[in-house]
């Protein structure tokens, strides 16, 4: 009797995702599918189990997260121009703001990482926990529907929505197509040219085009900074 309150604090400390969701009375179907949102590429690298990595659920968690925030932001009254709700969407998902959400909610606990992304502090990096962020909204769309996605983000995005925004977010991707369709109706794209660096602290490169002609370069250490660098860096060129 004496190991039973050690095996006691042992459980408290080893909780789990499923214990989180249980809390939140949040129902799930596919248990192999909402993990899969937690485990990064490093993981994958040093663990055979585990096939995949979250970026496929990043993609399908980004276009559930643009959605539902379009939907939040066009029924607030007073409506908001176009343009406002542009700019505060790209204020409200944009890396630091998801990073944060996913601190809130204590998600990055439930992260899964290689050891050498541990050792140099992936579970704190915002490009990390912002993608994660995104995969778990993109897993429990799939598993549960729309439903489950608006218990989440009315919990740490609807509050964000009244707060003071800061002013260095600017969301120059949406700035550059915004200002090519005004002179044409054709849309921008971005491709990565380059990636060096450590696997665990990889800097990324990108080029966006118009057709064939690059209009802007940019680096970043995740994929979305550095399609932001380059949608700078385009926009900075065409408007002088």
Known sequence: HWNMPVILIERSIM?????????????????????????HSSYVNENKLYKHDNERLEFMGDAVLQLWSTRKLFSLEPALS??????????????????????????WH????????????????????ADMFEAFLGAMYLDQGM??????????LTPAISR???EKVIDYKTKLQEY?????????????VHISGPSNKPEFEVIVLLDDIILGRGKGLSKKRAEQMAAKDAF????K
């Not at 939140?24 to 899969?36: P, Q, R, S, V």
């Not at 109706?185 to 971005?190: D, E, G, L, P, S």
């Open 82 to 107: 176009e343009g406002q709700m542009t700019t505060l969407r790209a204020q409200l998902v944009c890396e630091e703001a998801l990073a944060a959400y996913n601190r809130q909610l204590g998600l």
């Open 147 to 156: 439903d489950a996605v608006d218990v989440i983000l009315e919990e740490v």
């Open 236 to 239: 900075e060129k065409m408007v």
């Open 110 to 129: 439930y992260l899964r990482l290689g050891v050498g992304e541990e050792k140099t502090g992936g579970r704190h990096r915002d490009s990390i926990l």
């Open 180 to 192: 090519v369709q005004g002179d044409t109706r054709k849309n921008v794209h971005y491709e990565t």
């Open 15 to 39: 909780d789990t995702i499923f214990d989180w969701l249980d809390k939140k009375h949040l129902k799930y179907n596919d248990k192999k599918l909402i993990e899969e949102a937690f485990i």
């Open 164 to 166: 003071p925004k800061s």
